[in-house]
């Protein structure tokens, strides 16, 4: 399977005051094409920022990020916003701002803007995308006053009209009703499982995380996975936060 | 069976309680050999429950012989040369099954199987916890795995119970997961503070 997106000994932190926090400890990670992986964390885990360095909206303090092959530091940022405008669609329910007054189809179409598409069909594509996150009925509504499962539809569809390669979903379905947030996961899996696109997707709750390719947690700045790569740890030297790389998650990685 | 409270004092009794009341309710919706009910109980509590199939059988002849189950040699279906036990309700199961869904469950002690590693271990013996932690946690997302999606369309009362045992298993898994993972981290952080190496003392 060809590798899509790589993580080698990624660590990454912040300053607080004059102590310096790790959140990423020397991640190795690899998502193949057309896999799917469920990240798992309390909050304050490093879930987000996994995925905001996946991204490429941040960088990471050391170690690598490669989309296919490519690493993300070496890019311009132009660059990088480039690729998430297309390759890679990046979704957080938590900064969802969209402007007052839009409609979801204006909303769904904004991605395509620019691209070279026209603006006729820029909305049927973005049709087609409401259509298929089965949200067709509130094209004509505003985005504003959503409910947060319409809010998780309408940005599935805004990225899906893209047509990225890897979607990468912060916490996509935060909805007080479980079966509101099953039917979104079922239907995530299920749009994106159709079109191949690998899908990395991060939740407070292992069971929205079901029926994902790979299951993995994070916390203390390391990576536990499903994958039998994941249990492989050093007997000799475990404790600290060495240049050992804590465990792979997903894809091959040894 | 003579009475309810026969019934109570030989089957309710024992760690496969639990199974013993469920055969019952599978038993009520319809009869089965061994088999049939062990794939049909595995299918309602899921993998993670990791049912043994022998363990359907042996449970299936005690409650035959407390008057629960009634066991009978019937043909096999499509070969009426041989045949097979198949379990049937009797006029005690229904009775039997209420009682036990009514029965408080006593508090079950909590064992985790790392606990007493944890209250004995020693300063050198932090790198085998960790490294046992680890692959607790790993053990529990990979049991977490294996629990099937729900699409979120529950409309029947059994579909219902089917997500909300799935539930029960994920909200559990999810909380060793948070546990293995803060213990590993508390027993790093212990470490990083500590001026000799935790060896030093071998």
Same mark, same amino acid.
């Given at each position: ?131 298929q996150v089965e949200f ?11 409910s947060q499962a319409g809010c998780s539809r309408?940005?599935l ?15 996509p379905a935060?909805t007080p009703s479980l079966g509101d947030r099953d039917r979104f996961y079922a239907l995530l899996r299920s749009t ?15 069971a929205a995380?079901h029926g ?43 | ?7 109570? =004092?030989?089957?309710? #009794?024992? &760690? ?5 009341? @469920?055969? +019952? *309710? ?76 009514? =029965?408080?469950?006593? #508090?079950? &002690? ?5 606990? @007493?590693? +944890? *209250? ?29 999606p729900t699409d979120g369309k529950a409309r029947?009362?059994?579909a219902?119970?089917?997500d ?39």
């Amino acid at each position: 399977m060809t590798q899509l997106l790589s993580f080698l000994n990624v660590t990454a932190g912040y300053s607080d005051g004059d102590t310096e926090v790790l959140v990423l400890g020397g991640i190795f990670l690899n998502l193949c094409a057309g896999v799917s992986m469920g990240l798992y964390g309390p909050r304050g885990a490093g879930k987000t920022t996994l995925l905001r360095l996946a991204a490429g909206l941040d960088l990471a303090d050391s170690g690598s990020v490669l989309f296919e092959g490519r690493d993300l530091a070496a890019m311009t940022a132009a660059e990088r916003r480039w690729l998430r405008r297309g390759a890679i669609a990046f979704m957080s329910c938590e900064n969802w701002r969209p402007p007052r007054g839009e409609s979801v189809l204006d909303h769904v179409s904004a991605g395509l803007l620019g691209e070279g598409v026209s603006a006729r069909q820029a909305r049927m594509r973005a049709h087609r995308a409401l259509e298929q996150v089965e949200f067709s009925q509130g094209a004509a509504g505003p985005t504003r006053g959503l409910s947060q499962a319409g809010c998780s539809r309408v940005m599935l569809a805004r990225a899906l009209v893209q047509e990225p390669r890897l979607l990468i979903m912060d916490e996509p379905a935060v909805t007080p009703s479980l079966g509101d947030r099953d039917r979104f996961y079922a239907l995530l899996r299920s749009t994106t499982g159709e079109r191949g696109i690998s899908l990395l997707a991060a939740s407070e709750e292992i069971a929205a995380l079901h029926g994902f390719g790979v299951l993995a947690s994070i916390a203390g700045g390391e990576l536990c996975s499903t994958e039998p790569q994941g249990v492989v740890l050093p007997f000799s030297a475990p404790a600290g936060k060495s240049a050992q790389p804590s465990a792979s998650g997903g894809g091959e990685q040894g | 069976m003579s009475s309810q409270g026969l019934q109570k =004092t030989t089957w309710m #009794r024992g &760690p496969s309680t639990p199974l013993r009341g @469920a055969l +019952l *309710a599978l038993l009520l919706e319809r009869p089965g050999h061994g088999g049939d009910l062990a794939n049909r109980m595995a299918a309602r509590l899921g993998e993670t429950w990791r049912l043994d199939t022998n363990d359907v059988y042996r449970l299936l002849e005690q409650l035959a012989r407390t008057g629960l189950a009634l066991a009978r040699d019937e043909p096999k279906r499509g070969n009426h040369d041989r045949t097979h036990i198949v379990y049937h309700p009797t006029e005690h199961t229904s009775a039997a099954l209420s009682t036990w869904m009514e =029965t408080l469950l006593p #508090r079950e &002690p909590v064992r985790l199987g790392l606990q @007493a590693k +944890l *209250a004995v271990a020693r300063p050198q013996d932090a790198p085998r916890l960790i490294v046992a932690l680890k692959a607790y946690e790993r053990e529990c997302l990979v049991l977490a795995h294996m629990v099937f999606p729900t699409d979120g369309k529950a409309r029947s009362w059994a579909a219902l119970c089917r997500d909300c045992t799935r539930d029960a298993v994920s909200a559990q898994l999810q909380t060793e997961v948070d546990w293995a993972a803060r213990t590993r981290k508390r027993i790093n952080e212990y470490l990083e503070h500590q001026p000799e190496p935790a060896d030093a003392s071998q």
